[in-house]
């Protein structure tokens, strides 16, 4: 089986560099989908308690009936629970519908800086890690000056910021931020959703070296360092995802695809996004 690189944590926690995302996949089908990525050899699974299927994700790894420790999973605080003590209760709610005594990894989902109280709730994402049921906690969608202001105001600096990050948005003042503090950048919609996969420059790279499109994109991740977690449904796509640690991209293919960015987001900006489901 594939050998996927693990990329140590700064609390030394080892992580996946490849992983399953499950954004938008239906809480139904879930399941299904985590089953397949286990089956082709994924053991990193990347969910949220927005995206309501953690139910699913926690479903599979038990029918899965693989060991604990050898499955590491992400989930990620919603934003309508960034005070501490419903930071707290969320975390046990995320446990109790994952069905798993504890997450490798918890992520602040959004900053929300319109409403500025992501401090308070970094604070309770150590009081969750100090209680010893989330091997590390990082944070999502943060700018270098909502990471300043926890560095300046809190006690530990997150081991994870999951951003976007794809051709299109490379993304790297943010990610030579977190590499100047130690923190590991995970690359999110790595494909940009699909968008980036009739662009030329990679479309000519992908024939030359005999790969997809998908492939060559994911392994420029790869070899850039970034951890990431592609999304499918498709069995013969989750494979084709996992199948990239047999060709290597030369650092002209590298530079090529990363001065394709035009600064383009799939997603929200964090500087402005500040929805808060109710409830
Ligand atoms: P992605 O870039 O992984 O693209 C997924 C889509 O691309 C699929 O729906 C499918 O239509 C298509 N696709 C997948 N593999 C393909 C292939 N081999 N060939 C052709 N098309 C293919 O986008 P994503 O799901 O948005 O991002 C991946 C993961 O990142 C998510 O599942 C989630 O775990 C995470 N994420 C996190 C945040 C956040 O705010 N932290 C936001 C978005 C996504």
Redesign the pocket.
């Known amino acids: 089986m594939t050998e996927v690189p693990t990329i140590t944590l700064n609390n030394g926690v080892k992580i996946p560099q490849l992983g399953f ?4 996949i239906e809480p139904a089908d879930t399941k299904k989908a985590t089953l397949d990525a286990l089956e082709v050899g994924y053991r990193h699974i ?2 949220a308690e927005m995206y309501g299927n953690e139910k699913g994700v926690g479903e599979a790894v038990r029918e899965f009936g693989i060991d604990r420790s050898d499955v590491f999973i992400t989930s ?1 605080l919603n934003n309508s629970f960034h005070a501490r003590d419903a930071a707290l209760k969320a975390f046990e709610g995320t446990l109790a519908t994952l069905d798993l005594d504890y997450v490798d990894l918890f992520l602040i ?2 900053p929300l800086p319109m409403i500025g109280d992501y401090v308070e709730t970094w604070k309770a994402m150590e009081e969750m890690y100090a209680g010893g049921k989330v091997k590390a906690i990082g944070v ?2 943060f700018q270098p000056e909502h990471l300043q202001r926890l560095f300046d105001e809190t006690g530990t600096v997150p081991a994870a910021n ?1 951003i ?1 990050v ?1 051709p299109y948005l490379t993304n790297d003042v943010v990610r030579d931020f977190d590499a100047k503090y130690g923190i590991a950048t995970e690359a ?7 968008k980036v ?1 009739d662009d030329k420059t990679i479309v000519d790279i992908a024939e030359r070296v005999g790969k ?1 499109p ?1 492939q060559v994109t994911l392994r420029w991740h790869i070899q850039r360092g970034d951890i990431v ?4 449904v498709t069995r013969s ?1 989750i494979e ?2 996992f199948a990239l640690f047999d060709f290597e991209l030369t650092d002209a293919d590298v530079s090529a695809i990363t001065a394709l960015d035009r600064g383009e987001r799939t ?1 929200p900006d964090p500087d402005t996004f500040d929805y808060v489901p109710k409830g």
């Open positions: 995302g499950v954004y938008q990347d969910t990620k989902h959004w999502s969608n999951q976007e794809h999110w919609s790595p494909i940009a959703q699909g996969l997809s998908a977690f592609p999304k499918s796509r084709e995802n997603g």
